[in-house]
């Protein structure tokens, strides 16, 4: 993997072979589940801000954008 990592050359072989790498050590899906929790997190301090409904909103609509996952 260390060798695939930085390659400007990797085709798309190469780069099965990293996600191949990630889904079977766990690393994706504890990632997955970091983003999870901190946008949880995000959602809690939100309702606790006291901020107007707009901001509140357009803040939920921005952090939905940054996390929506690909399948």
């Not at 050359?9 to 079977?24: C, F, K, N, Q, S």
């Not at 949880?40 to 939920?60: I, N």
């Amino acid at each position: 993997m260390n060798a695939l990592i930085g390659d400007r050359d990797m085709d798309v072989e190469g780069t099965l072979v990293i996600r191949g790498i990630l889904t079977a050590t766990g690393a994706r899906a504890t990632v997955e589940r970091l983003i999870t929790a901190h946008r949880t997190q995000a959602d809690l301090a939100l309702e606790r801000a006291g901020l107007p409904l707009a901001v509140v909103t357009a803040l939920r609509e921005l952090a939905t954008t940054a996390t929506a996952r690909a399948a």
